[in-house]
């Protein structure tokens, strides 16, 4: 199932994490259930589940921007205590700073880099060309589209050279076209900068097209449910019947999710059940 | 295969990193003269109607002497007193005293809001410090210092100022203090993910997103202060400006005079009032989407 162990890369061990629930003032929310995955260096993984299973939440801990959790996370060996320069992230919303550009919402990642300005400029410069936007570098982000401005975002989180790049749900607020141009973008850019990315989705067609492999969760508490390995060669085509049959398999999982009684908690109200909308009904709400 | 791709059109290597990429390469007074004529045209003329109904009816009843009495007075009467205000050089003397006191509260009571409303925002300590004084603080009405002030600071120029950036202090402090706490979290968490120091986030994230709402506070206290200088003439009597040309007709029947101050409080109050929301434009023009030409282009 998992890959062999490597000093390279990121370590994800039995990792556990609670939230204090709002409603109940004795009890906690246990969201993330003994994660564990080993993700080698350059490797893209993408990370499937429905909303509430922990994914985002998962991908936080990576990031570092939330360190209240038990287990273990190492990134080339070394413990995630914070967040750093070496993980760049990008998130569902863009979350550029609407009172700078474009080039300089990029700028604003390079602060803390040790670059002189000139370099910064140049990095600024070829990360706006990386994602396509010469042009655009003086536009504000409410002068750009949805599509353009998650460029910029990803040009931002990219532009420190991390070793790891983390995109939570970068393309669910996207209608279905500039999507697909972006999947084909973020893949190009992947295989040019070789640098690992962990995708969080509940786009089962993104997770199989763009991952190495697709790790599945199951919701509440949140735990890992499957890894596949999408063994296809890229660019990968929708139609191809290995990948028609992994998605199948895949959408198995969620379709015939039984409802998981030992690990709910009671009395909390949040049952896993059965009327939890699959994710193959999702798909057809967009 | 970025590296290949053709040269920037917008991009000129020269501006590359110049701190805010204004729209200063365009040529300026053809687009000035545009905005001024979409202005004139946005106006909003049906707005004169009531104005201009009012004056017609006033000017209609004292020309036909339908009301026998000294309080009214004809608009020639108003104008004469106007032209004489004007020439004598008591209109200069008593609004600048006026626009002195209120710049100078203005000033005081923005600087020190600023302070308080940062400090207020920032700082745990200060909130719990401070905060329930200054929420308690707000409530009190304005007017109540009055006397506090007047035993303390006379009734000159002194005491008037104190008055007037203590009510500029007050919005500007509040909107300060809360366009930093609605800062959204999502902001700061991008800053953390640049590994931001303290001093870095509230430099380039806090302040940046709160503008606007500091705006808001810096533009009402423009307003207040206003407001309050007239109060301030009123109620602490002494020495010249507007007001007291006010209280002078009032004390003397004058009518005339009395209109003719009002007049010029008005269009002071809408002078400020344009100047403000100008400034305003002028600064968060970019981010609100004002300047929609370069998207175009």
Redesign the interface.
């Known amino acids: 199932m998992t890959t062999t162990t490597v000093s390279e890369g990121i370590r994800i061990r039995n990792v556990s994490k609670r939230y204090a629930q709002q409603d109940e003032a004795n009890g906690t929310l246990l969201v993330l259930d003994d994660i564990s995955l080993d993700i080698a260096q350059g490797e893209f993984v993408s990370v499937l589940g429905a909303s509430g299973c922990g994914k985002s939440t998962l991908l936080r801990l990576v990031?570092g921007?939330d360190s209240d959790y038990r287990g273990e996370i190492r990134v080339d060996g070394e413990r995630v205590r914070?967040?750093?320069?070496e993980?760049?992230?990008v998130?569902q919303?863009h979350?550029l700073?609407?009172?700078?550009?474009a080039?300089q919402n990029i700028?604003?990642?390079l602060?803390?880099a040790p670059l002189s300005?000139q370099q910064?400029?140049e990095a600024?410069?070829?990360h706006?060309?990386?994602v396509?936007l010469?042009?655009?570098?003086?536009?504000?982000p409410?002068?750009?589209s949805g599509g353009m401005a998650q460029r910029v975002a990803i040009a931002r989180g990219l532009v420190?050279r991390p070793r790891v790049l983390l995109l939570d749900e970068p393309f669910g607020a996207l209608d279905a076209l500039t999507r697909g141009r972006l999947q084909n973008e973020l893949q190009?850019i992947w295989q040019?900068e070789r640098i690992t990315m962990i995708l969080v989705t509940h786009d089962v067609d993104e997770a199989i097209y763009l991952g190495d492999r697709v790790v599945t969760m199951a919701p509440r508490p949140g735990r890992v449910k499957r890894i596949a390995h999408v063994d296809l060669p890229r660019p990968r085509e929708r139609s191809d019947a290995r990948f028609v049959r992994l998605r199948e398999q895949i959408l198995a999982d969620f379709s015939d999710q039984p409802a998981p009684a030992d690990h709910t908690t009671p009395g909390s109200g949040l049952r896993a059940n059965a009327h939890e909308p699959r994710i193959t009904e999702w798909r057809l709400a967009w | 295969m970025p590296s290949t791709r053709p040269l920037p059109r917008l991009f000129s290597p020269r501006k590359a990193s110049g701190p805010p990429p204004c729209s200063c390469d365009a040529p300026v007074k053809p687009e000035r003269q545009s905005a001024l004529k979409q202005r004139l045209s946005a106006f909003n003329w049906r707005g004169l109607v009531l104005p201009l109904a009012a004056f017609a009816l006033w000017w209609l009843v004292s020309a036909l002497h339908l009301v026998k009495s000294g309080l009214l007075v004809s608009p020639a009467d108003v104008a004469r007193t106007a032209w004489q205000q004007i020439q004598s050089g008591a209109l200069l003397r008593a609004l600048s005293a006026s626009l002195a006191r209120e710049a100078s509260g203005f000033v005081i009571g923005t600087a020190g809001g600023l302070l308080l409303g940062a400090a207020l925002g920032f700082s745990r300590v200060a909130t719990r410090l401070i905060g329930p004084t200054f929420d308690t603080f707000k409530q009190i009405s304005l007017f109540a210092w009055i006397p506090l002030i007047s035993v303390w600071f006379g009734l000159g120029d002194m005491a008037k100022v104190v008055f007037l950036s203590l009510a500029a202090l007050l919005p500007v402090a509040a909107h300060t203090c809360d366009g930093i706490h609605a800062v959204s979290p999502r902001y700061v968490e991008v800053a953390r993910a640049f590994r931001y120091s303290r001093l870095q986030m509230a430099r380039f994230v806090i302040l940046p997103a709160a503008l606007p709402s500091i705006f808001t506070g810096i533009y009402l206290a423009l307003i207040y202060s206003w407001l309050a200088t007239l109060g301030a003439e009123y109620l602490l009597v002494a020495g010249s400006g507007i007001g007291n040309t006010l209280i002078d007709g009032s004390e003397q029947f004058r009518m005339d005079l009395v209109l003719f101050g009002i007049i010029v409080v008005g269009a002071t109050g809408w002078a400020l009032n344009a100047l403000a929301r100008g400034v305003e434009r002028r600064v968060l023009a970019r981010r609100t989407g004002v300047s929609r030409e370069r998207a175009a282009a």
């Open positions: 990031a921007l914070d967040t750093s320069l993980r760049g992230i998130f919303d979350r700073f609407p009172w700078l550009t080039s700028l604003a990642a602060r803390n300005t910064k400029r600024v410069a070829e706006v060309a990386l396509g010469e042009g655009f570098e003086h536009a504000y409410h002068q750009l420190n190009r040019h």
